[in-house]
């Protein structure tokens, strides 16, 4: 998991074969369709967006809208979590509640989120959120739960109060795992994010790509589809990166999950 | 022989023989303890004195584990007290440390051994500034001089233990509870920690309770042998030992005392279990 440099390069060939050949296989029968493309096209069409820089807004918008819905869906889910791991009771008390609204699927509360909020960024935040909550305050709550309880004997046996016994004992604990359960918790935000916009909203991304097909420029769309895909695949690369400076030696025992 | 199949009582026969026997540091009386609708402890007597070596030996489910846990108050006694210096023990103390078994879940695996010492110095309140040089003492004292800044993860069973030890060091301790602290370990490793724990001991004047399943462990290490029976858990043997100090790996444990507090040992389990 440490970039490029690790992977084998024969597992080029086949990827970039098959541009090759899909290429060659573009320029030999003169493609001309609403849903194909060349990949030399594409990457013209590509470049195009970037540098008028209509695919800039749209990745600032997607991603806007992404991370603050993560933001207050993850920070809800993750005090609740926090809460409903130390505190049993609690636990007990919201269960049925919590898992009466958790199945409800993130986007189904998209017409909803239309109608109370309108087109734009606040609907999206809000579905995003939706989505987000759920594996955050389920991760940190068994984050919290799964605290090997010998280090609360430790804490006991030194005498520490509760302020220290969070501070040094329940966080450093739970860190690692609440970590993974935030790259988690990203990569829902990009997925549902764009799945808002490409069935409602008109920003972002999706909409662009939604946008490219319906105007009959496939090069454009397959072009938006590749940028999707690199960006989530950036965002990941980053948070694993992120992990590892963060947690380094600590992180291989406790971040297994 | 010498035998005692009873509790020993304070001021009784086996108090008075133990010549290093000073005041009562830690003493339980009457104590019983129920856990989970289970008697798992019956009419506990039992006073260690001060620097005293008390080993406790005991068929696995005998309660050995929970005498040591009443005794660092992390239980509390259904019936009878456990008494620190005549205050009732009602919570852990931090001059009474704790050394647990599985030292891969005491230590904290996000702190290096330095970090791991320090904690115990954070949890008394030793001055910032007299930290560093405290722990570098420490770490040397318990043979990991240089290990600071290596992860628990990073180090062997062995190591990780002498962390522990350590760390409990750092508290100051005048009791050091010790619950079966090498059972996980080779032969090899036992031994050099055993050893240790004998200097550390020596050393430090601190009074010791020490639970093992190992009989000749117990006699090596301990002053008196206490023999558990199971079901409810109760004091069933004490055996003083007056092996001479300090002790050896090869002259004390061919000692004819050792041999015989050995035998007498060995035909008490073998007993207990027909």
Redesign the interface.
């Known amino acids: 998991m440490s970039g490029f440099a690790t992977y084998d390069a024969r597992g080029v060939v086949i990827p970039v074969g098959l541009i090759v050949l899909a290429e060659v296989a573009a320029r030999v029968s003169g493609l001309q369709s609403d849903s194909l493309a060349a990949p030399s096209d594409v990457v013209v069409a590509g470049v195009e967006a970037l540098l008028d820089g209509s695919m800039l807004i749209a990745t600032y918008q997607t991603l806007g809208s992404a991370l603050i819905g993560l933001s207050i869906g993850f920070g809800i889910g993750l005090a609740l979590g926090v809460l409903l791991g130390m505190f049993r009771v609690l636990d007990h008390l919201l269960e049925v509640t919590i898992e009466a609204i958790r199945p409800i699927p993130s986007v189904a509360l998209i017409p909803i989120s239309l109608l109370v909020f309108g087109f734009g960024y606040r609907m999206e935040i809000a579905v995003v959120a939706f989505a987000t909550l759920w594996p955050a305050l389920i991760l940190s709550r068994a984050a919290i739960a799964g605290v090997?309880p010998?280090?609360f004997?430790?804490a006991?046996?030194?005498?520490?109060g509760l302020l220290?016994r969070i501070v040094?004992?329940v966080i450093?604990?739970a860190?690692?795992r609440v970590f993974v359960a935030l790259r988690l918790g990203i990569g829902i935000s990009l997925i549902v994010g764009v799945t808002v916009e490409i069935s409602a909203n008109v920003i972002g991304v999706g909409h662009e790509t939604m946008l490219a097909g319906q105007s009959l420029r496939p090069a454009l769309m397959l072009a938006y589809l590749v940028w999707i895909g690199i960006l989530g695949w950036g965002v990941n690369a980053a948070m694993l990166l992120a992990q590892k400076h963060l947690?380094g030696?600590?992180a291989?025992?406790?971040a297994r999950l | 022989m010498n035998k005692a199949y009873e509790a020993s009582n304070p001021g009784g026969p086996h108090a008075a023989v133990t010549a290093q026997t000073g005041a009562p540091v830690l003493a339980a009386k009457g104590v019983h303890i129920t856990l989970g609708g289970r008697k798992i402890l019956q009419d506990i007597d039992l006073t260690i004195g001060e620097g005293e070596f008390v080993c406790v030996v005991g068929a696995s489910g005998c309660g050995k584990t929970t005498l040591l846990r009443l005794l660092?108050g992390?239980y509390q006694p259904s019936e009878g007290s456990i008494r620190y210096r005549d205050k009732e023990m009602l919570?852990?103390?931090?001059d009474v440390?704790?050394i647990?078994q599985?030292y891969g879940?005491?230590l904290?695996?996000?702190?290096t051994a330095r970090g791991n010492v320090a904690?115990?110095l954070?949890?008394i309140g030793a001055p910032r500034a007299t930290r560093d040089a405290r722990i570098e003492e420490l770490l040397a004292k318990v043979g990991l001089p240089g290990e600071a800044d290596k992860?628990p993860?990073?180090m062997s069973g062995g190591m990780q233990q002498r962390l522990q030890i350590a760390r409990s060091l750092a508290?100051n301790p005048s009791v050091l509870l010790m619950d079966e602290p090498f059972g996980a370990l080779d032969a090899m490793t036992r031994q050099g920690l055993q050893d240790e724990v004998l200097s550390i001991a020596r050393s430090t004047g601190a009074t010791s309770f020490f639970v093992t399943h190992d009989l000749e462990e117990a006699i090596y290490l301990g002053d008196r042998v206490v023999g558990l029976l199971a079901n409810p858990g109760r004091v069933a043997i004490t055996l003083d030992v007056k092996l001479p100090r300090p002790r050896d790996q090869l002259t004390t444990r061919e000692d004819p005392e050792f041999l015989r507090l050995r035998r007498e040992l060995f035909d008490f389990i073998k007993k207990a279990e027909a």
């Open positions: 090997e010998r280090l004997e430790v006991r046996a030194l005498q520490f220290a040094k004992i450093p604990a860190l690692p947690f030696p600590a291989n025992m406790e | 660092a992390l919570k852990p103390r931090q440390a704790i647990f599985d879940k005491a904290l695996p996000w702190r904690l115990a954070e949890a992860y993860n990073q508290q």
